[in-house]
């Protein structure tokens, strides 16, 4: 059969500009720490507000970013990716696993992380930084944008994890560093996205 072109209405056209305004618009370079309620001393101008060390690096993430710092803070790899969907406003991470083998080595949990969104057009910015990404053969594996059924909240829960091909032997190493190559300036692509689509809208 052949596939059909979306239907949308005006309304869908004007809510999908909106969403790409406020991205343009927004501060990646912020003014505010991005972690909620940080008030670690910094170590280069002992402020306690200043964002000087405000970087995926930042050793106090893992905490900062969990909604249980002592029992449940962030495992390592997923620190970064998570960081940088922290950054995007209208975004909020809620789950995320690095990846696991079992006992014999092979692999028992996929890397992935999950995110709530206010708008689907930050699920359509993010699997347009993967295309490019896989295009780009920076990526070992693919990797996809899922919805899950997740928590209680009225925003839409997104899944970031890999893709497998049918009979794929998948490496924990490669795919977590999948992890760090989707996570490097997520934020800052996903901005420059919504200002290339924005502008095509505006000349069609």
């Known amino acids: 059969m052949k596939i059909a072109s979306a239907y949308a209405n005006n309304s869908d056209h004007d809510s999908f500009q909106e969403d790409l305004e406020t991205l343009r618009h927004s501060s990646v ?17 002992s402020s306690t507000t200043c ?3 405000c970087s ?7 905490k900062a970013l969990s909604s249980d710092p002592e029992r449940y803070p962030l495992e390592h790899g997923v620190v970064a990716l998570s960081y940088e969907l922290n ?10 696993c690095e990846g696991h083998l079992d006992n ?19 699920a359509r910015l993010i699997i347009h930084h993967l295309w490019q990404l896989t295009y780009q053969h920076k ?5 996809q944008i899922s919805v899950v059924d997740f928590g209680n909240s009225l925003s839409t829960t997104y899944a970031i994890r890999p893709e497998f091909e049918c009979g794929t032997e998948a490496r924990l190493g490669s795919l977590q560093q999948d992890l760090k190559t989707i996570a490097k300036d997520l934020a800052q692509h996903i ?7 924005q502008t095509n809208f505006s000349s069609t």
């Open 56 to 62: 995926p690096e930042c050793e106090n993430l893992p």
């Open 87 to 96: 950054l995007l406003e209208g975004l909020q991470p809620c789950w995320s």
């Open 191 to 197: 901005k420059a996205y919504a200002v290339c689509m």
């Open 51 to 53: 964002t000087c060390r």
């Open 139 to 143: 990526l070992n594996y693919m990797w």
């Open 104 to 122: 014999k080595g092979n692999l028992y949990k996929i890397p992935q992380v999950w995110f709530y969104a206010s708008t689907s057009t930050y």
């Open 29 to 45: 370079t912020f003014a505010e720490r991005p972690c909620k309620d940080c008030r670690l001393k910094c170590v280069e101008c």
